[in-house]
């Protein structure tokens, strides 16, 4: 059974950073995305990465800012988020695919983790 379980959401203000994990059990060592999704707003792809860490992906609101990263050993991915912008509230989602290559569309993610809160906001 597969199953992903994310952490490390709350509230921060603006500027402030958090990191969000992602522990997947059950279906590891494929490409692993964060998304988000504020409301009203459709599902966006946040960053993706290979299963060996070297290849990385970003949405451009967040280039320079998130970095997403992975500890195959510990089946973890992880997103630190830097200077956080009230733009950037939304409830985050990790997922993975049966694919080694990343992909941008939530529709291409066979597996979904719960979602945590990240709010930015004084």
């Known amino acids: 059974q597969v199953q992903l379980v994310e952490s490390g959401g709350g509230l921060v203000q603006p500027g402030g950073s958090l990191r969000l994990s992602c522990t997947v059990s059950g279906f590891t060592h494929y490409a692993m995305g964060w998304f988000r999704q504020a409301p009203g707003k459709e599902r966006e792809g946040v960053a993706c990465?290979?299963?060996?860490?070297?290849?990385?992906y970003y949405l451009d609101s967040v280039k320079g800012r998130f970095t997403i990263s992975r500890d195959n050993a510990k089946n973890t991915v992880y997103l630190q988020m830097n200077s956080l912008k009230p733009e950037d509230t939304a409830e985050y989602y990790c997922?993975?695919?049966?694919?080694?290559?990343?992909?941008?569309?939530?529709?291409?993610?066979?597996?979904w983790g719960q979602g945590t809160q990240v709010t930015a906001s004084s």
């Open positions: 990465i290979n299963p060996g860490g070297g290849i990385t």
């Open positions: 997922a993975t695919r049966l694919d080694y290559n990343c992909a941008g569309y939530a529709r291409d993610y066979d597996h």
